[in-house]
């Protein structure tokens, strides 16, 4: 797991896992949330992208650096919207 320490307070972290960073599932998920990145980017989101040892999974990590939402399927950004936007305003420790 990526170290979230250097984003706590400051942004909320997307994390992409997947076994292959050729996976049809993790390319099609980049590609969807890069045309919502000036959304994303309001809501001070940063995207990660990591290594598993199974298929494709997405994490959504809050300012405060706990995990906020998450999913082992194809996913809707709607409903990442959703639990953005249902965060609290986080602000610097």
């Known amino acids: ?12 972290v997307i994390i992409l896992k ?8 993790l390319k099609r998920a980049k590609e969807r949330l890069m045309r919502e990145m000036p959304e ?11 290594g598993a040892s199974s ?3 997405i994490e959504l990590y809050g300012k405060d650096g706990g995990k906020k939402w998450e999913s082992d399927a194809d996913f809707s950004v709607k409903d990442i919207f ?9 602000v610097s420790r």
Do not use: G
Not at 18 to 25: F, V
Not at 82 to 87: G, N, Q
């Open 82 to 90: 959703k639990t953005l936007d249902s965060l609290p305003p986080e």
């Open 40 to 50: 994303l980017k309001e809501r001070d989101v940063v995207i990660l992208e990591e």
């Open 55 to 57: 298929d494709f999974h």
């Open 18 to 25: 997947d076994r292959s960073t050729e996976s049809p599932t």
């Open 1 to 12: 797991m990526k170290d979230l320490k250097k984003y706590q307070w400051k942004n909320r």
